[in-house]
C-alpha cells in the first residue's frame, strides 16, 4: 500500500512530466507540487530516471490488476470483452496526466520506459490471452487469428484510441466511445 506521500509525489510528477516533459520537470517542482520535502522523494526514488519509471510501473500494474480481476470474473465471455473495453476508457480517463505524461516522452520512451514495456508483455498480455483463448474456445472469436497477434491489435486499439480520447477529447462520453469500441469490435463498422 502506497504512503500518502508517496501518491502525492505520483499524482504531481505525472502532472508535471506531461505539461512540462521529462527535461523539463525538475524535482523541486514535484517537491512543491506534491507538498513535500525534496528529500521525501529521495527517500522513495535515488532520482527522476527512477521516479519516472516508478510512476509507468504503477499505471501499468493497475492496468494489468484490472484486466486480471475481469479474467477471473465468472461471467460469460462476451461480457468480459465488454468489461474490458469499458474498464480500459475508465482507466484512461482516471490517469489522463500519466498519458500526457507519455505522449509527450513517447520519443524517449522505449530508453526510460524499457522496463514498463517488458511488464506489458508480461501480465497484462497473459491476462488478455486468458479471455482470447476462452472467447476461442467457445467460438466467439475466429480460431484462424492468431492469439498474440489479436492481442497486440486489441491492446493497440484500446490503449490508442483512450490515450487519444483523454488527451484531446475528454468532453465525449466515456461511454460513447466504449460503445463505438464495442460495436466496431462486434459488428465490424462496413455494413454489408
Not at 81 to 93: C, M, P, Q, S
Amino acid at each position: 500500500m502506497k504512503t500518502d506521500k508517496k501518491q502525492s509525489i505520483y499524482l504531481a510528477a505525472a502532472k508535471l512530466f506531461g505539461k512540462k516533459g521529462f527535461e523539463g520537470t525538475s524535482l523541486d517542482e514535484v517537491a512543491h507540487k506534491a507538498g513535500v520535502a525534496k528529500g521525501t522523494i529521495f527517500y522513495h526514488f535515488q532520482n527522476k530516471e527512477e521516479l519516472f519509471s516508478a510512476l509507468i510501473q504503477e499505471g501499468i500494474e493497475q492496468l494489468s490488476r484490472g484486466i486480471e480481476t475481469i479474467a477471473n470474473k465468472n461471467i460469460s465471455i462476451e461480457k468480459k470483452l465488454e468489461l474490458i473495453i469499458e474498464f480500459h476508457f475508465g482507466f484512461f480517463k482516471e490517469h489522463r496526466d500519466m498519458c500526457l505524461m507519455i505522449l509527450g516522452q513517447i520519443g524517449n520512451f522505449q530508453k526510460r520506459g524499457q522496463k514498463s514495456i517488458e511488464l506489458i508483455r508480461g501480465r497484462y498480455l497473459t491476462a488478455m490471452e486468458e479471455i482470447i483463448k476462452e472467447a476461442k474456445a467457445k467460438g466467439v472469436i475466429d480460431k484462424k487469428l492468431e492469439t498474440e497477434s489479436l492481442i497486440i491489435a486489441l491492446f493497440s486499439l484500446l490503449a490508442v484510441t483512450g490515450v487519444d480520447w483523454a488527451i484531446f477529447h475528454p468532453k465525449l462520453p466515456e461511454e460513447k466511445m466504449a460503445e463505438t469500441i464495442k460495436s466496431l469490435l462486434f459488428d465490424g463498422f462496413i455494413k454489408r
